[in-house]
């Protein structure tokens, strides 16, 4: 009677475990399936690769006007790839730095919106569904005619 009592206990102790253990993944999974979640992160790796793509831009460009200030200093047109007079090499200058820094505050607005999106999914509360929906709207909408 003892061996039997003993299996049966330790069976049934077995199965409870295995059964919690299922019940707690399941509600783990549940809660990650959740589309907005989803929706959330994907926004948040578009928002990275259009920030790299706004950085390799900007890479460009102080490439362009590191060639039009050597050129301006030396006098010498032939150091620049397209048709410039040297009286417009300052306008030039003038217009890639003014586009740089439309590429900066575009690059400010970007991390602003991915740091509300994290600070909501690190929220707890139960009512922030309705608040991040409106933000991956809003992040959607700008990011498809501003930051192209």
């Not at 069976?11 to 989803?38: D, H, Q, R, Y």
């Not at 362009?64 to 030039?92: M, R, Y």
């Not at 999106?117 to 700008?142: H, P």
């Amino acid at each position: 009677m003892n061996l039997g009592l003993n299996i049966g206990l330790g069976v049934g102790f077995g199965c409870l475990l295995i059964l919690v253990f299922v019940i707690i993944l399941l509600k783990k999974k549940k809660k990650e399936k959740n589309p907005l979640i989803s929706r959330s992160k994907d926004t948040i790796v578009m928002i990275n690769q259009r920030i790299l793509s706004i950085n390799s831009r900007i890479q460009k460009f102080d490439e362009k006007i590191t060639k039009l200030v050597a050129a301006k200093e030396e006098g010498n047109i032939s150091l620049l790839d397209n048709s410039i007079s040297f009286d417009d090499i300052p306008h030039e200058i003038e217009a890639k730095k003014t586009a740089i820094n439309e590429y900066i505050a575009d690059i400010k607005d970007l991390e602003d919106y991915k740091r509300e999106i994290e600070e909501i999914l690190l929220k707890k509360d139960e009512n922030k569904w309705d608040e991040l929906e409106s933000l991956l709207s809003q992040t959607k909408e700008k990011m498809k005619y501003r930051f192209v």
